[in-house]
Structure formats: structure tokens, C-alpha cells
Nanobody, 122 residues
Framework: QVLVVESGGGLVQAGGSLRLSCTASGLTFDEFAMGWFRQAPGKQREEVSCINWSGGSTSYANSVKGRFTISRDNAKNTLYLQMNSLKPEDTAMYYC???????????????WGQGTQVTVSS
């Protein structure tokens, strides 16, 4: 059974930084692209960033490009999201997920953790 656990969220002032982590078990971590999603109250879940199996290719939503950096440590089965220059509109529950493939695609495995809350105050 695939299990993902997100951590690292918190309350931060606008302009601040946070680093999210996600550990995944029950799958061969380095065979899958991984991604971060977020969902704000009353809004649909949106993809924030994706990284391929090796870490050599990444993609970002326009709203976070230049501020967020996704990375992974395959030896630790861990995915990261470094978030800088945070804005109030970044406030959301953040989730990580495994893609169905080694390279980023629109198909994701439906295994979701509890998420980690990020709240950015103005």
C-alpha cells in the first residue's frame, strides 16, 4: 500500500520561506515522477510542481515559478518543496503525489496523504 506523509507547513509572514517534505513508502520511489499539489478553501486542487524520476526535469505552475523549487532525494524516498517569497495567496493545504510514470504527466496515482497546512499572513 502506498503511503505518503507531508510535513513542514506552518504560519509565516508574507515574504517568508518554508520547506515542505514528503516521504513516500509502498512504491519504488525512484521509478516515479513526483509532484506537489495545493488546495485552498473553496477552490479545486491544483498542481504546483512536478519533478521527474531522476530530478533532472521539473515544471512549475506560473503562479509559483521563480519562487518555489522542487527537489527529491531518492536515497531517502523524500520529496521537497522550497517555498520562498511567500504570498497570502499561497495559503492552502499542500499535498504530494506520485505520478503514474517516471516523467511528469497529467496522470497521478490516487494516493493522498493528510497534507500539510501553509498559512501566509499579510
Amino acid at each position: 500500500q502506498v503511503l505518503v506523509v507531508e510535513s513542514g507547513g506552518g504560519l509565516v509572514q508574507a515574504g517568508g520561506s518554508l520547506r515542505l517534505s514528503c516521504t513516500a513508502s509502498g512504491l519504488t520511489f525512484d521509478e516515479f515522477a513526483m509532484g506537489w499539489f495545493r488546495q485552498a478553501p473553496g477552490k479545486q486542487r491544483e498542481e504546483v510542481s512536478c519533478i521527474n524520476w531522476s530530478g533532472g526535469s521539473t515544471s512549475y505552475a506560473n503562479s509559483v515559478k521563480g519562487r518555489f523549487t522542487i527537489s527529491r532525494d531518492n536515497a531517502k524516498n523524500t520529496l521537497y518543496l522550497q517555498m520562498n517569497s511567500l504570498k497570502p495567496e499561497d495559503t492552502a493545504m499542500y499535498y504530494c503525489a506520485a505520478n503514474m510514470y517516471a516523467y511528469c504527466s497529467g496522470s497521478w496515482l490516487e494516493y493522498w496523504g493528510q497534507g500539510t497546512q501553509v498559512t501566509v499572513s499579510s
